[in-house]
């Protein structure tokens, strides 16, 4: 496959989850901030998913202040901001219609359809009229888009480049919201961490709760520990659970797959980059990870992730300076 239509594949999967998990970060919050006291605003928090997202300067060049209406704005709307939803979408967009003859005609007609759709709900004010419900709406069409892919595309390199794409996209956006969730709720310190011992941190059932519906984890959850929401089980259940679909050890193990699978001759190292980070978690225990502080952990994940991307970008894909 010529590494451009690898690339505009790669990138379109990719853009489209990122789409889907800026709504989940932000439906969090949004749920979250419901159920705080009148007199309290979820600053904090709003403050906490830019920083994490490592978009603050960005905000502060045109907010001045950190509020739900600004931040959803901005991660929504706002066509400056290369990680809010519109600028997702589009570039999902844009990637399908460079490579319309490599999609079968109804991947690009979903693709195609959202971008219309969400036009429309914007200038409707959807988002702020119910943020909830609009939430729901971008994740449902990219569970649309993911299943139209897989289900009449060919079983080939096309495929196999997307499922990199999103997968990538999905282990980045897992470690960053259970990043985000712990950085909201402890005040940007690292709950667990050395000379910490077993305390377990007590918190609000519905701060949890929202947080694993957010990430479609909330039945999982109790089907799997069956007891009252616990942060490290949280923890465990979206690191190293290997048949949870959003956890860390299952995107990684999808990455790994499908890597094998348009392996070159130039990417070895990559794929031993992909083999070590999935046995590290496949291998890993939760009291192990919180024993060295989770915050910590979460963040060299985040550094091995960009890393590995970088790798893929220069075995398969379109070099930077293309």
Known sequence: MLSRTADHLFWMARYMERAENTARMLDVHYRAAMLLPANETGEEGWKGMLSITELTAAYQAKFDTVNEANVIDFMVRDESNSSSIVSCLRAARENARAVRGTL?????????????????????????EDAGKFFEWVKFRSHLSRGVTVGTMLQDESLHFQRIGTFLERADST?????????????????????????????????????LRS?????????????????????????????????????????????????????????????RMHADLEF???????????????????????????????????????
């Open 104 to 128: 079968t005609t109804e991947v690009w007609e979903t693709q195609n359809q959202t971008w219309l759709e969400f036009n429309r709900l914007i200038r409707e004010g959807a988002a702020h």
């Open 284 to 322: 890993a225990r939760i009291d192990e990870i919180l024993a060295t502080g989770l915050h910590a952990y979460l963040n060299q994940f985040l550094d091995r992730i960009n890393e590995l991307g970088a790798d893929i970008a220069r075995d398969f894909l379109v070099p930077v300076d293309a």
């Open 175 to 211: 470690a960053r919201m259970l990043d985000v969730k712990f950085y909201a709720l402890t005040g940007g310190k690292d709950f667990f961490g050395p000379g910490k011992g077993k305390e377990v941190m007590e918190v609000d059932f519905y701060h949890w709760s929202a947080l």
């Open 215 to 275: 990430m479609s984890g909330f039945e999982i959850y109790r089907r799997v520990y069956r007891s009252v929401i616990r942060p490290e089980k949280v923890a465990d259940l979206m690191i190293l659970k290997p048949d949870m679909p959003r956890s860390l050890v299952h995107c990684m193990h999808e990455v790994l797959a499908n890597l094998r699978l348009v392996a070159n001759a130039q990417s070895a190292g990559t794929l031993r980059r992909a083999g």
